[in-house]
């Protein structure tokens, strides 16, 4: 077996994104068109989650696959800020970093421009570090369908071997790029030990509309814990011991949504590695999350453990706990 150097290893996107903002529907007919702000902030969901996780005090390491160009560089510099371990990633330099232009418009509408051929679509196993992976005790899989040639057939191959370690495994889902199906994912998915999906993409990829049919199908495909975000409601569980919801935090006025999924994930294994007990994971990844989504950025809100524990004093005591 190989030597547990770190808590969690997540294994997914790691990209920059460039939000512009404000920009109107006309901006092809102006020359120069002015916003407010343009920076430059890394993104992913594996990058989200470890940046979070990290900051939560946990030992946490990235596997991703970045090209060597300056949004690359921008990522390792990232990861060094917030001390997450870099071995794992791979720096292809046949490829070009992936990289989301971002337009917002002023009442929230959004479209992006990506690089088709960007690291993010280029990413396949040749790309893991097993023996990295093999050095933590959690094998998070950021987001399942985001890096399209980690199909079905390489998440069991990658699952297995973390198995044969003794890792827990996690996974988050985004919708379908291609679309895929569950069956395309069904075997993956009986290895993983906590299943992140939001309602609505789990809710299209089992074709169910009930929260309780979602779980069930999902937890009939042998994922032990299925954890379904069901946005400002919390959370509904379900594993072998039944089901419940865990609410979210009152009182939180949302501003900014993107990444609360991460958030939300990060704070679950957190939890999972204080030992806490299911509904206590679910109440600490929904007060994770709750400090994101009051900041606008996946990675802004969270800036240290004292916030979420402040977060889960306010908690427990609104829910009298
Ligand atoms: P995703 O970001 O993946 O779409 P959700 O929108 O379901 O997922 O949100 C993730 C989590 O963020 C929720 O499970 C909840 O804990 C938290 N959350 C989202 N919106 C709110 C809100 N208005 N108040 C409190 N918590 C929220
Ligand atoms: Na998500």
């Known amino acids: 077996k190989v030597e ?7 294994l997914g996107a790691a990209i920059v994104d460039i939000p512009l903002q404000p920009v109107s529907r006309d901006i092809f007919d102006i020359e120069s068109y002015p916003v407010d702000r343009i920076a430059m902030t890394v993104g992913g969901d594996a990058m989200n989650e470890a940046t979070i996780i990290s900051r939560l005090g ?110 827990i495994i996690s996974a988050d889902m985004i919708k379908p790029r291609l679309g895929e199906t569950l069956d395309d994912i069904k075997e993956a998915l009986s290895y993983v030990d906590y299943f992140f999906p939001n309602f609505d993409e789990a809710s299209l990829m089992t074709g169910k509309d009930k929260v309780e049919d979602v779980a069930q199908v999902l937890f009939d495909c042998g994922v032990k814990n299925v954890i379904v975000k069901i946005g400002k409601r919390g959370c509904y569980i379900q594993n072998k011991e039944g089901t419940m919801i865990v609410p979210a935090a009152k009182g939180i006025t949302a501003i900014d949504t ?33 400090v994101s989504v009051q900041h606008v950025g996946a990675t802004t809100g969270v800036k240290n453990k004292e916030m979420v524990e402040e977060m889960l004093a306010k908690y427990h005591s609104d829910y009298g706990l």
């Open 58 to 167: 946990f030992k946490t390491g990235i596997i991703s696959c970045i090209g060597d160009d300056a949004a690359g560089h921008f990522i390792l510099g990232s990861c060094a800020k917030d001390h997450i371990d870099t071995e794992g990633i791979c720096i292809d330099e046949k490829i070009d970093t992936s990289m989301n232009v971002g337009l917002v418009t002023g009442d929230g509408e959004r479209t992006f421009v990506t690089n088709r051929n960007g690291s993010l679509w280029k990413t396949c196993i040749d790309h893991v570090d097993f023996n990295k992976m093999k050095q933590a005790r959690i094998l998070s899989l950021a987001s399942i369908f985001n890096n399209p040639l980690l199909d079905g057939n390489a998440l069991v191959k990658i699952f297995k071997e973390a198995k044969k370690e003794g890792m």
């Open 4 to 10: 547990k150097k770190l808590d969690v290893v997540c």
């Open 258 to 290: 993107i990444g609360a999924g991460d958030n939300f994930a990060s704070g679950f294994i957190s939890a999972v590695l204080q030992g806490k007990d299911i509904r206590e994971c679910g109440i600490y990844a929904n007060c994770t999350a709750a």
